[in-house]
């Protein structure tokens, strides 16, 4: 069974770039069944879609980030990664990393990692 | 950015019915398929529903989804106290080129 692990820095200061990675055991990144995902959550907020990146390196951003975030992924280490480019304190959230499957028809999240807390220092 | 629209609590007692609802619009859930997770704060998200009303593997029958035009439910039938927990609902939007919006999630309380 898939299992993703989230790890960074858990404190960024302000205007900086947060950095994370998303590292996968139990199965390939390489696959050409799942694209692999970000989403966060604030404090005492729900989930926000951050984007996702296929392993050909093809990525998808939400349009409300998309100029802060770069998404890649490193397929001999299995691993993928997020960067948030001038982060304020607004950015402080659980940053959740997920698994998609690949349907033109659906879009969810099957698998998830338990996150990891990004705190922008101001 | 708009959010799916969820109510922020529900609550019922061992063995009831309870119903979580999730309203969106014409171009994410009036076109798209819904899916619903449940996360206790500090844990990984778990999928329940996807693709409207399909349970993945491991997941109890007493989940069940619906969807009817640009609103969807979740059913939790012989409510337990393990259920107790945050409930989000979840679709792709087709406006601005395309992006995922999740609910703005419904805590569930146990009495």
């Known amino acids: 069974q898939v299992q993703l692990q989230e790890s960074g820095p858990g404190l960024v200061e302000s205007s900086q770039t947060l950095s994370l990675t998303c590292t996968v055991s139990?199965?390939?990144?390489?696959?050409?069944?799942?694209?692999w995902s970000w989403v966060r959550q604030h404090p005492g907020k729900g989930l926000e879609w951050v984007g996702y990146?296929?392993?050909?390196?093809?990525?998808y951003y939400n349009p409300s980030l998309k100029s802060r975030i770069t998404i890649s992924i490193n397929t001999s280490r299995n691993h993928f990664s997020l960067k948030l480019s001038s982060v304020t304190v607004a950015d402080t959230a659980v940053y959740h990393c997920?698994?998609?499957?690949?349907?033109?028809?659906?879009?969810?999240?099957?698998?998830w990692g338990q996150g990891t807390l990004a705190t922008v220092s101001s | 950015q708009s959010v799916l629209t969820q109510p922020p609590s529900a609550s019922g007692t061992p063995g009831q019915r309870v119903t979580i609802s999730c309203s969106g619009s014409g171009s994410n859930i009036g076109s798209n398929p819904v899916s619903w997770y449940q996360h206790l704060p500090g844990t990984a998200p778990k999928l329940l529903i996807y693709t409207n009303n399909r349970r993945p593997s491991g997941v109890s029958d007493r989940f069940s989804g619906s969807k009817s035009g640009a609103s969807a439910s979740l059913a939790i039938s012989g409510l337990q106290s393990e259920d107790e927990a945050d409930y989000y609902c979840?679709?792709?939007?087709?406006?601005?080129?395309?992006?995922?919006?999740f609910g703005g999630g419904t805590k569930l309380t146990v009495l």
């Open positions: 997920a698994r998609v499957p690949r349907f033109s028809y659906d879009y969810y999240f099957d698998s």
């Open positions: 990146i296929y392993y050909s390196g093809n990525t």
């Open positions: 139990g199965g390939s990144i390489k696959s050409a069944d799942y694209y």
């Open positions: 979840a679709a792709w939007d087709d406006s601005l080129n395309g992006h995922v919006l």
